[in-house]
């Protein structure tokens, strides 16, 4: 399979669909994966490996099971590394701002030492502010900050859940990666480019965007609608998914492609002296509309596909994109009446997640060019 039809060399994505022949366990057949796409070259004897992931937050149900990724801190001890797991703290006031609350919000989801076999470690510390730059070469930064841990580790295994996302039409291993290291510093820049905007008669005044704004640029105001002052709004767009009546859509200063290719640039940063020492898993499953950010799931957009892995982090995220596009959406959910073939995360978003990849392969992270390989 491939994206853009170029003659190039093209980047192998293994993938193993839901349903096994074989009838072998999908957290075996996710090692399995891991094995097929390199991890044992990619890891060398001693090696502190960070397996980037995203703990969930409490109420969410989207995010990847630990027991997969205890599988993941298996394989990776058997190559020869020290896993640990890791993610960068968040913006919003979710249960992930600070390092304290991140792990103990971790533990509450399932993940532990005693769980997953591997310690758990914040990226960029305590506060969010233990973050390294590193020089890119892109069109909107210098530099970026990354989170430390992630920065000195000597290798990496990335494990996405693949879902939607309020402000960039697609949450997959790009986003992972670039929004998921990146500082707290870091993540305020790459969303400086949107604004919320709220539609006052859809309103109902239920307070939820009050309580999910994490710098209270929120209020409701004496006409009982929420009023947001821009001049303390960052743009972070946890309010636009928290309210459930669809009353504050996405706006931009200056359009949606700008926090894309800012994500990117961050992916620049992360992987920057890790050549052939990253490998990465892709969950397609339980593709929700929103990202694990909330303290909810919305229910899956499409079926369950199964789960990719590939050392190309732009033909992994082009995978899952084609995947979830060829699906039919489900009934009961947001995805309802969209047949194969229609582009989900744009129906659904009205934001083009694509534009993300395509700059990511101009930036030389990867191909768009792939070759599906199956296996049961």
Request: proline share 5%; glycine share 14%.
């Given at each position: 399979m491939s994206a853009a039809?170029?003659?190039?060399?093209?980047?192998?994505?293994?993938?193993a669909p839901m349903r096994s022949r074989m009838k072998r366990s999908m957290v075996a057949r996710m090692g399995g994966l891991l094995g097929r796409a390199g991890l044992g070259g990619a890891i060398a004897e001693g090696d502190l490996v960070a397996v980037k992931l995203?703990?969930?937050?409490?109420?969410?149900?989207?995010?990847?099971?630990?027991v997969f990724l205890r599988e993941v801190v298996r394989r990776v001890r058997d190559a020869g590394g020290k896993p640990f797991l890791t993610d960068a703290n968040t913006l919003y006031r979710g249960e992930r701002a600070n390092a304290v609350d991140h792990l103990a919000c971790a533990i509450h989801n399932g993940f532990s030492f005693a769980t997953v076999d591997a310690p758990l470690i914040i990226a960029d510390g305590l506060?969010?502010?233990?973050?390294?730059?590193?020089?890119v070469k892109g069109r909107h930064f210098d530099s970026v900050r990354i989170g430390s841990a992630a920065v000195h580790a000597d290798a990496m295994v990335v494990v996405t859940h693949v879902k939607g996302h309020e402000a960039t039409g697609f949450g997959g291993a790009l986003k992972n990666v670039g929004m998921g290291l990146g500082s707290r510093s870091a993540k305020q820049r790459m969303h400086a480019d949107f604004r919320p905007e709220v539609t006052p008669d859809a309103c109902t005044a239920c307070g939820r965007c009050v309580r999910w704004c994490p710098v209270d640029a929120i209020t409701i105001g004496p006409d009982s609608y929420a009023v947001v002052d821009y001049s303390v709004c960052y743009g972070c767009g946890e309010c636009v998914a928290a309210?459930?009546?669809?009353?504050i859509a996405t706006q931009w200063k200056t359009d949606a492609t700008s926090i894309q290719e800012k994500i990117v640039e961050h992916v620049?940063?992360?992987?920057?002296?890790?050549?052939?020492?990253?490998v990465y898993?892709?969950?397609?499953?339980?593709?929700?509309?929103?990202?694990?950010?909330?303290?909810?799931?919305?229910?899956?957009?499409?079926?369950?596909?199964?789960?990719?892995?590939?050392?190309d982090i732009v033909a992994i995220e082009q995978a899952a994109y084609d995947l979830v596009t060829e699906a039919t959406g489900?009934?009961?959910?947001?995805?309802?009446?969209?047949?194969?073939?229609?582009?989900?995360?744009?129906?659904?978003?009205?934001?083009?997640?694509?534009?993300?990849?395509?700059?990511?392969e101009e930036m030389g992270l990867g191909t768009r060019e792939y070759e599906l390989v199956r296996v049961d």
């Open positions: 039809g170029t003659e190039k060399a093209s980047a192998q994505v293994f993938f995203h703990f969930g937050e409490q109420g969410n149900t989207g995010f990847v099971h630990p506060d969010g502010r233990d973050a390294i730059d590193i020089p309210c459930p009546y669809g009353a620049a940063g992360a992987l920057d002296g890790k050549d052939g020492k990253i898993v892709s969950f397609v499953t339980l593709v929700t509309p929103d990202c694990d950010c909330f303290e909810f799931s919305d229910a899956p957009v499409v079926p369950d596909i199964g789960i990719l892995a590939s050392t489900l009934a009961g959910s947001r995805g309802e009446g969209l047949a194969a073939g229609d582009d989900k995360f744009v129906a659904i978003t009205g934001v083009d997640g694509t534009h993300a990849i395509r700059y990511a």
